[in-house]
């Protein structure tokens, strides 16, 4: 291995989603592309006493290098630590596509992969996701599959059909392939146009809590959980950017679903909303400026601050663990 994740500092997320089951939270995972979201990401996790799971698809992956991801998880963890907060931090795959992909992130220090085989037929799906554990586990990294289709476009998944998970493979499927943590469709969607204004996007609760019957206690992850802030796209849009208006799931039932069996709420398309925002609005209000450093740090400001409210309103993971000081 190039990189062990602990000695990045790194944590699976076994017993970080123990706890958050046990207390009725769920632990965020926020994507990152670059340093000034990451360093957006752990500073307003570790000023909340927030768990948090780095997030990075293979797009993410392949823009940074191999070497950079790894050495801004770890910098992620030093961040936290000089801040004064034990808050656990994971590294994790964003839909990995393949068992290749999966046994290279971890090579690479990720210490939890996703496999998402829900393309496949149910019995290609366990197969895969089967190997892809079967080798984390030997090297003590946690791994999360997906059954179900969500809809909806983000970075490298293009889906145009929504598959609701069905209750009654869930048991099957958690035996049989052995993973930590199982990815489920109940409405949500990826990318930042989810719904048009003026629709009323509801949760397929009632489908969870099927789920919840079916394998007690094990940890549910929900995708394309953001809910594209009226705010930022209202920014974007003042500020010369093209986006069409939409909204995302509202916070209330990603919030009541964090108090059941939903371990892990993914959101990557709100923190990409609050970044270019907060670019756009330096470009266009400060036309001269061309220093980096100027719109980037804004930029980081809105997505921190934005997260941090997050953590709050629908992860519920605030003083979870131990605070930094302000």
């Known amino acids: 291995m190039r990189y062990n994740y602990k000695d990045l500092g790194l944590v699976n997320t076994k017993e970080m989603f123990a706890k ?21 990401i752990v500073e307003a996790c570790a000023e909340m006493g927030s768990p948090v799971i780095l997030q990075c698809s293979n797009g993410a992956r392949n823009y940074m290098g191999k070497p950079v991801v790894a050495m801004l998880a770890k910098a ?37 992969v996703m496999i998402d085989a829900s393309h496949h037929s149910f019995e290609e799906n366990i197969a895969e996701s089967k190997k892809v554990a079967e080798y984390a586990h030997s090297v003590d990294v946690t791994v999360e599959a997906e059954l179900g289709v969500l809809a909806g476009i983000e970075d490298e998944i293009s889906n145009e059909e929504h598959i609701y998970t069905q209750p ?7 035996a049989k392939a052995g993973v930590d943590s199982l990815a489920i469709s109940i409405g949500t969607s990826h990318g930042a146009h989810k719904f048009k204004p003026g629709d009323d996007p509801k949760l397929k609760l009632e489908i969870l809590a099927e789920i919840e019957t079916k394998i007690p206690g094990f940890p549910i992850v929900l995708h394309g959980s953001s ?4 705010k930022f ?30 371990a892990k709420i993914n959101v990557d398309t709100d923190g990409r909303l609050a970044f270019t925002a907060g670019i756009r609005e330096v470009l266009a209000t400060k036309p001269g400026e061309f220093d980096p450093r100027k719109y980037l740090t804004p930029a980081k400001k809105y997505m921190k601050d934005f997260y941090m409210t997050k953590i709050t309103d629908v992860f519920g993971s605030e003083g979870a663990y131990k605070k930094a000081a302000k």
């Open 20 to 40: 958050a089951n046990k207390e009725g939270y769920a632990v965020p995972a926020f994507n990152f592309n670059n340093m000034e979201q990451m360093l957006a």
């Open 76 to 112: 992620a963890v030093e961040v936290a630590r000089e801040m004064g907060s034990d808050i656990p931090i994971a590294l994790h795959l964003d839909h990995g596509s393949s068992f290749e992909q999966a046994k290279d992130c971890i090579e690479w220090g990720f210490s939890s």
């Open 168 to 174: 009654h493979e869930v048991e099957e499927f958690v």
């Open 227 to 230: 809910s594209v802030p009226a």
């Open 233 to 262: 796209i209202s920014m974007i849009k003042e500020y010369g950017g093209e986006i069409k208006d939409a909204i995302g799931i509202p916070n209330d039932q990603l919030r009541g679903a964090a108090k059941s069996a939903v």
